[in-house]
């Protein structure tokens, strides 16, 4: 009996071990498909010199971490550094070093797996420690089958990053809450230091989810306080806050220097990038809700993103873990099952106000939180006490039908919607929800298939059509060229577009092929129009977005 009770418990995790493989497959299985999308060769430029020069001057707008990460790859493939001026133009030689820009872009990728496995790993232990673990399981498999999770852990950029480290994070300091020790205060730190290292959001939302648990405890227990034999609160905080600060500077390899006129500062580049971020965040960024166009955003932007581009069931199981886990807080007033969502619930309300309304991807953290509750809601169906036969069918159900939602939407989980989104997602957002400029490698691919010989374009996106394609030309805004013509998704809507015009005539235009989610082919033998007397001539891209030294993104 021992031995077969054992091996009955074993069973969740090697569950979850088996889910976590299929998704690094199936994650794995993306990375040849996408060309890269518009902020994946700076990230890989800015880690490249870090690694290869030992600096990290690059855009210090996000921390070096993940970026470092994404480098590795092509490091080890053998390319160095181009020392190139612009970040963009170097991150495009690095990507086009060898003339092998799928491998280069592949290993860059693989980089940002390790990310997504914590993320899973964390979401493991949370909900084992608070529901056991056939829940756990549970949780692993709804997490690790969201398609934003799969997107954004299969693109060589930042989000993935904060969403491991910013659960982590919050995870540490629940057990930190529990017990004081000189141990978990170090780990604490830790994990505080890794979250900032890896994007600044994380200097925002750590303390705001932090406030919020430390007030749903009070509210629950009363203000109970530790045991007597715990590390004061004072010590315990001054060593996780040491410990955080030399994993910070240690990212910024121990740096201290002035920059722009400053005094010498330890990580230097630390402050100059939140300076940075500040900067971006008073000018705001332009982006895209509901066919409107607005560089201030919108309040409600991040609900209503969440809200299309969230499976059904994943809301469903978590609004039943919810319910289970507030019973279980009412009967034995115990804060800790319902932290995460607490956590989640307070990152959500302050990136609530506008400025930088970018994409799902700046508030990923949410998904592993949501997901403790989530594998929850599933036990908790599963186990109801009345109805069980119609509960456990229902209960299978949902989790079949988020199960078969992804299997649909492989390899294109960056743009995938919801069910609320209807035929035409476009109508609700574009930005890095739905064209992020991933679908050249596929353009290419239909070129070549159909035997197009001459291809007008105008797209949005990091990669360099001219390599891609054998005869291409830049397409003007108001341009009605004969022949063949593709345009991104973005551009028709008037994103990326100087005064936000000129390619709206094509909403009405039914086009000869949909590449992927985010181009769309035409073919007009009829239609001869010459440019409006002047229309700028283009680029090849629609004006890409500007940094905030005021450089386009292709370092012009």
Known sequence: MPRRRSFSLSIPAIAAAAVMLLASVAIVRTHGVYSGTFDEPSHVAAGMEWLDQGRFTYEPMNPPLARVAVAVGPYLAGIRSFGSESRWREGARILYADGAYTRNLKLARLGVLPFFLISLL????????????????AAVMLCATLPPMLAH??????????????????????????????????????ACGFAVLAKFSAIVFL????????ALRWWIARGAGPPAKHLTLARSLALGAAAAWLVIWAGYRLSF???????????????????????????????????????????????VTIAVKTPLPFFTLAAVGLAAALHTVRRERDW????PLVAAAAILLVAL?????????????????????????VIAFWQAARGRTAQRIIVAALVLWQLAGTWRAHPDYLPWFNELAGDEPERILVN?????????????????????????????????????????RPMAPNERPPGWFAVSVAVI????????????????????????????????????????????????????????????????
């Open 122 to 137: 964390v979401v493991w232990l949370w909900t084992r420690r608070l529901f056991g673990a056939p829940a756990a399981a």
């Open 153 to 190: 852990g299969a693109l060589a950029t930042t989000d993935m990053a904060l969403a491991a480290m910013g659960s982590w994070a919050l995870y540490a300091f629940v057990r930190w809450l529990d017990e004081r020790t000189v141990e978990r205060s170090l780990w604490l730190g830790l």
């Open 207 to 214: 303390p705001a989810a932090g406030a919020a648990i430390l």
């Open 257 to 303: 220097h002035a920059i722009g006129g400053s005094p010498p500062l330890p990580a230097a580049e630390l402050w100059q990038g939140i300076a940075h971020l500040l900067q971006k965040a008073d000018i705001g960024h332009e982006t895209y809700l509901f066919g409107e166009i607005s560089t201030t955003g919108w309040w409600y932007f991040f609900p």
């Open 336 to 339: 800790r099952p319902i932290a």
């Open 353 to 377: 106000p506008p400025r930088l309304n970018i994409g799902l991807r700046h508030v990923l953290p949410l998904y592993p939180l949501a997901a403790v509750l989530a594998g929850y809601g």
């Open 432 to 472: 890095a929800d739905l064209d992020w400029g991933q679908d050249l490698l596929r353009l290419a691919d239909t070129v070549r298939a159909r035997g197009i010989d001459s291809l007008a374009l105008a797209y949005y996106g990091s990669a360099d059509p001219g390599r891609h394609l054998a005869k291409v």
């Open 493 to 556: 809507k008037g994103l990326h577009v100087p005064g936000w015009q000129g390619f709206e005539w094509l909403e009405g235009v039914e086009p000869a092929a949909a590449i992927g989610k985010s181009l769309r082919l035409y073919h007009s033998p009829g239609l001869g129009d010459e440019p409006d007397a002047g229309t700028p001539a283009g680029s090849g891209r629609a004006s890409p977005e500007r940094d905030a030294t005021g450089r386009d993104a292709t370092g012009r």
